[in-house]
T-cell receptor, first 114, second 113 residues
């Protein structure tokens, strides 16, 4: 895939188990955070987002937690399925108005074991 | 399908060639972006366009030249590239005035020989 050669953290979980992917960010002025999923041969796909005035947001099988004190973001995926195997990126954007573009983390490779 | 289409999907070019990457979005967005994803680095923002105006150039070499003729189309013109420019080039779009997620195309896999 696109990230071969980049030393990505890898998380291997059994199918049906829950997984937690972590991300640290550095810009304390960031006020909007997104998790993306990227499968081999595809562009990043939006999973869930959270704004800085929240500390938790839930979607379908996914939960994002934001800890602004330690600048930490996590993505929890419940009851993992084979289709969840992908590289997961956190992304952040600053506090300026309008569209600024995103700053991406390195990514975590999630492998679902059957 | 994300509503963002990139062509071509794959491109091989020599260092003296000139080529262009194309991106089109059908989402009604007014902001468009070029990102570079290489094997040794995370996704890097290259250019940002808001309402057809370039608002960010992230210290990108001049051998990469973006063009945004309207809010739905974005081009990346390439000339005299280097082998280290080989990467996946991703286009994205988003709303311009509110902070929402960016939608990405499938990317163009570029190989410079």
């Amino acid at each position: 895939g696109e990230n071969v050669g980049l030393h990505l953290p890898t998380l291997s979980v059994q199918e049906g188990d829950n997984s937690i992917i972590n991300c640290a960010y550095s810009n304390s002025a960031s006020d909007y955070f997104i998790w993306y999923k990227q499968e081999s041969g595809k562009g990043p796909q939006f999973i869930i987002d959270i704004r800085s005035n929240m500390d938790k947001r839930q979607g379908q099988r996914v939960t994002v937690l934001l800890n602004k004190t330690v600048k930490h973001l996590s993505l929890q995926i419940a009851a993992t399925q084979p289709g969840d195997s992908a590289v997961y990126f956190c992304a952040e954007t600053g506090s300026g108005g309008g569209a600024d573009g995103l700053t991406f983390g390195k990514g975590t490779h999630l492998i679902i074991q059957p | 399908e994300t509503g963002v289409t990139q062509t071509p999907r794959h491109l091989v070019m020599g260092m003296t060639n000139k080529k262009s990457l194309k991106c089109e979005q059908h989402l009604g967005h007014n902001a468009m972006y070029w990102y570079k994803q290489s094997a040794k680095k995370p996704l890097e923002l290259m250019f940002v366009y808001n309402f057809k105006e370039q608002t960010e150039n992230n210290s990108v070499p001049s051998r990469f030249s973006p063009e945004c003729p309207n809010s739905s189309h974005l081009f990346l013109h390439l000339h005299t590239l280097q082998p280290e420019d080989s990467a996946l080039y991703l286009c994205a779009s988003s709303h311009s005035r509110e902070r929402t997620e960016a939608f990405f195309g499938q990317g163009t896999r570029l190989t410079v020989v």
